[in-house]
């Protein structure tokens, strides 16, 4: 079975920046595509980024485009989300997830997820 496990989440200041971790055990990350996801209070769960199994290709969501960076290293069976000039609406809970598929931003097509980490972005 397929675990995941987010980590490096925690209240930053607008303008802030932090990198999550996604460490993946029970099988070869290098197998999965990973997504990253996230979830405000009230609202819809949301594609963030996403990254092949290669790493070769990764797509993001509009709104954190040229702020976030997805990357992964296979051999360290971990996901990362570098987080950069972080805003207040940028606060979620946010989760790693696999995939078999493609990159995707269709929830429904993730497999395996992880527990979540809260990200607070406030003064």
């Known amino acids: 079975q397929l675990q995941l496990v987010e980590s490096g989440g925690g209240l930053v200041q607008p303008g802030g920046s932090l990198r999550l971790s996604c460490a993946v055990s029970g099988f070869s990350l290098a197998f999965y595509t990973m997504g990253w996801f996230r979830q405000a209070p009230g609202k819809e769960r949301e594609a963030v980024a996403c990254i092949t199994n290669g790493g070769g290709n990764t797509n993001y969501a509009e709104s954190v485009k040229g702020r976030f960076t997805i990357s992964r290293d296979n051999a360290a069976d971990t996901v990362y989300l570098q987080m950069n000039s972080l805003k207040p609406e940028d606060t979620a809970v946010y989760y790693c997830?696999?995939?078999?598929?493609?990159?995707?931003?269709?929830?429904?097509?993730?497999?395996?997820w992880g527990q979540g980490t809260q990200v607070t972005v406030s003064s």
């Open positions: 997830a696999a995939t078999v598929g493609v990159c995707s931003f269709e929830s429904l097509r993730y497999d395996y």
